[in-house]
């Protein structure tokens, strides 16, 4: 007689408050229906499943509890442990050292720790990520390195894998870890069957098509606002460092390293962003001729346009404009 198969891993999900519901009861469906398909022409007694448990934070009561268990009655051995996304900004996310001591005593004990979106707040808490790559939501990274400036951000990543600590970029990424942790479970087959089943995209690896470029104005330094304010009015007329000291009242030293203290950019990076801003909407929302585009937001060799968009965004001009395009 066939021996009944143990989990191939055992996920626990954290319910801390505030976070989104939608991705603890959307990976639960997405790892029992890997476990469903994993089950088609294999002895279903046999055929591999990953046990999901759901695990939630009282802060006023200092206790984590399971409060949900898909395969209840045995101990509980976590492989891996999620910290999902929260619904509110972070800066209204509170500090969550119950939530953050329990996922550090589950990796003392051997357990993968992961988190999505601003759940990447909740796992900085611990302290594990100090010195160590990790991505979030590329609208939230300025934030999450001020407030734990010992991370180090790539924001970029939509999956980062980093053995014991994972990490996911957008809000919606939780699919993307979910069939990446499906895939190191149970098998690839079973995860592209999964993502068809789902209709959604095999793991994604980046976040640069989707990133929009968020110019910081509230820093205080009323010179480098005026440098930004020209940047943004004419990005396709080219300005020269000098140009912009003098039009900031500074000396161009002193220009360039407070313009890239107040902004986090140089200002060639800046004025690249702001024109890559104008030509993503642009192709968005009209059928201009990329050359056009590119020559409207001032490039004048369209071929260095193109590697700029590249570089910025991921996708090339034409692949993005097939993409997103409403036109």
């Known amino acids: 007689m066939a021996q009944k198969a143990s989990p191939a891993g055992q996920i626990g999900l954290l319910i801390y408050p505030d976070c989104q519901l939608a991705a603890i009861y959307g990976l639960t469906d997405l790892f029992r229906i890997a476990g469903e398909w994993a089950k088609l022409g294999t002895d279903t007694e046999t055929s591999p499943f990953i046990r999901v448990t759901h695990w939630t934070a009282s802060e006023d009561a200092g206790t984590v509890t399971c409060t949900w268990d ?22 209204r996310m509170r500090p969550m050292p119950t939530a953050a001591a329990w996922m550090k005593e589950r990796h003392q004990d051997g357990s993968t720790l992961a988190s999505v979106c ?61 069939l990446t942790l499906v895939e190191r479970l149970i098998g690839q087959s079973v995860m592209l069957a999964t993502a068809r089943f789902l209709l959604i995209d095999p793991p994604r690896s980046s976040q640069k098509p989707f990133a929009q470029f968020l110019p910081r104005f509230d820093h205080g330094d009323e010179a480098v606002r005026r440098a930004q304010h020209r940047l943004h009015a004419q990005p396709d007329e080219a300005k020269s460092i000098g140009d912009l000291a003098a039009l900031a009242g500074l000396g161009e030293r002193t220009f360039l390293r407070r313009f890239a ?42 071929a260095a346009f193109r590697k700029v968009f590249r570089r910025i965004s991921g996708l090339s001009p034409s692949d993005y404009r097939q993409r997103f395009g409403v036109a």
């Open 70 to 91: 898909s395969h209840p009655g045995k101990e509980h051995r976590l492989t891996h442990v999620i910290a999902p996304p929260s619904i509110v900004m972070p800066e």
């Open 118 to 178: 601003a759940g990447a707040f909740v796992l900085a808490e611990t302290g594990l990520i100090d010195g160590r790559r990790a991505t979030t939501h590329w609208a939230f990274a300025s934030q999450l390195a001020d407030r734990f400036p010992d991370v180090e951000l790539a924001e970029a990543r939509m999956i980062l894998d980093d053995g014991d600590i994972m990490t996911a970029g957008g809000i919606l990424a939780w699919t993307d870890l979910g």
């Open 261 to 302: 203290k107040a902004t986090g950019f140089r200002p060639i990076e800046y004025l690249q962003q702001v024109r890559v801003a104008k030509a993503r909407e642009a192709l968005e929302l009209t059928n201009s001729p990329v050359d056009r585009i590119a020559w409207s937001v001032g490039y004048a060799d369209p």
